[in-house]
T-cell receptor, first 115, second 113 residues
Framework: EPEVTQTPSHQVTQMGQEVILRCVPI?????FYWYRQILGQKVEFLVSFYNNEISEKSEIFDDQFSVERPDGSNFTLKIRSTKLEDSAMYFCASSSYMGANQPQHFGDGTRLSIL | AQSVAQPEDQVNVAEGNPLTVKCTYS??????LFWYVQYPNRGLQFLLKYITGDNLVKGSYGFEAEFNKSQTSFHLKKPSALVSDSALYFCAVRGGSARQLTFGSGTQLTVLP
């Protein structure tokens, strides 16, 4: 079964540094998402992306965050200047159609640790 | 705004017994409801969804969920639990014009041999 793949599985970064999290969505999917889960807390929506632009974003997704689909397969989340509170699991998801009845398929996540 | 509540942080059940993991939701308009399961060090795996139609929906691994509009609930059930069902279960909702999934806080299910 096709899967969403995320790299790296664990990223350790100094506070203030830039970090890029990478995702390869399922190949025929058109809609892409990033979520995060701070340890012990809920999974929270960050952003959705379709047709090379952001469709929706939450209040968490401020100016330090950006997303990009640099080629036909990758979908990236960039955090420009990391803060301690950015430490979390970051999940990428994709779906074949943004209709509300389509499930989103998730990757295994990247654990981001900010020192 | 949409929200999901999972009132139990932890559910323990003996192997072979039926299990229920509770979920209630709040959303504007028609709800689209989902259950996901998370095994250790893995992502969220889709189990089942309710969109419309029959209130009882069936999903992967023998799980099912019952949609109750009057109680705004979408409880996850399985007639006979397996030890391998032990995992973290998340209920999620989309509704109205929102595209994003809103998740509950998760319920840790432990099936005891």
């Amino acid at each position: 079964e096709p899967e969403v793949t995320q790299t790296p599985s664990h990223q350790v970064t100094q506070m203030g540094q830039e970090v890029i999290l990478r995702c390869v969505p399922i190949s025929n999917h058109l809609y892409f998402y990033w979520y995060r889960q701070i340890l012990g807390q809920k999974v929270e929506f960050l952003v959705s992306f379709y047709n090379n632009e952001i469709s929706e974003k939450s209040e968490i997704f401020d100016d330090q965050f950006s997303v990009e689909r640099p080629d036909g397969s990758n979908f990236t989340l960039k955090i420009r200047s990391t803060k301690l509170e950015d430490s979390a699991m970051y999940f990428c998801a994709s779906s074949s159609y943004m209709g509300a009845n389509q499930p989103q398929h998730f990757g295994d996540g990247t654990r981001l640790s900010i020192l | 705004a949409q929200s999901v509540a999972q009132p139990e942080d932890q559910v323990n059940v003996a192997e072979g017994n039926p299990l229920t993991v509770k979920c209630t939701y709040s959303v504007s308009g028609n709800p689209y409801l989902f259950w996901y399961v998370q095994y250790p060090n893995r992502g969220l795996q889709f189990l089942l969804k309710y969109i419309t139609g029959d209130n009882l929906v069936k999903g992967s691994y023998g799980f099912e969920a019952e949609f109750n509009k009057s109680q705004t609930s979408f409880h996850l059930k399985k007639p006979s639990a397996l030890v391998s069902d032990s995992a973290l279960y998340f209920c999620a909702v989309r509704g109205g014009s929102a595209r994003q999934l809103t998740f509950g806080s998760g319920t840790q299910l432990t099936v005891l041999p």
